[in-house]
């Protein structure tokens, strides 16, 4: 059964930073594509990024290159998501997803940025 659990999500301030962490388990972690997608309330899923499963292909959404950073450890079948530079619009839940945009989700962390 495959698991994802996203963990690090907080209250932060705008400009501020946060790295998220989703853990995988019950599938082999190294041999695929990990998204990283958000939903704010009222609104439809949006993809965030997306890496490879050597790491050697990242891909981001316009609104966050260069801000956030996709990054993958497969020893720890983790993927994390650095978040630098927070604006009140990356205000969302946030959930890795295995495959595809719309695969196997987590729980998701709850990020708010407020001031």
């Known amino acids: 059964e495959v698991q994802l659990v996203e963990s690090g999500g907080a209250l932060v301030q705008p400009g501020g930073s946060l790295r998220l962490s989703c853990v995988g388990s019950?599938?082999?972690?190294?041999?695929?594509?990990m998204y990283w997608v958000r939903q704010a309330p009222g609104k439809a899923l949006e993809w965030v990024g997306s890496i490879g499963g050597n790491s050697a292909v990242k891909r981001y959404a316009d609104d966050v290159k260069g801000r956030f950073t996709i990054s993958r450890d497969n020893d720890k079948n983790t993927v994390y998501l650095q978040m630098t530079d927070l604006k009140i619009e990356d205000t969302a839940m946030y959930y890795c997803?295995?495959?595809?945009?719309?695969?196997?989700r987590g729980q998701g962390t709850q990020v708010t940025v407020s001031s």
């Open positions: 997803a295995k495959g595809d945009f719309n695969g196997p």
């Open positions: 019950g599938f082999t972690f190294s041999y695929w594509y």
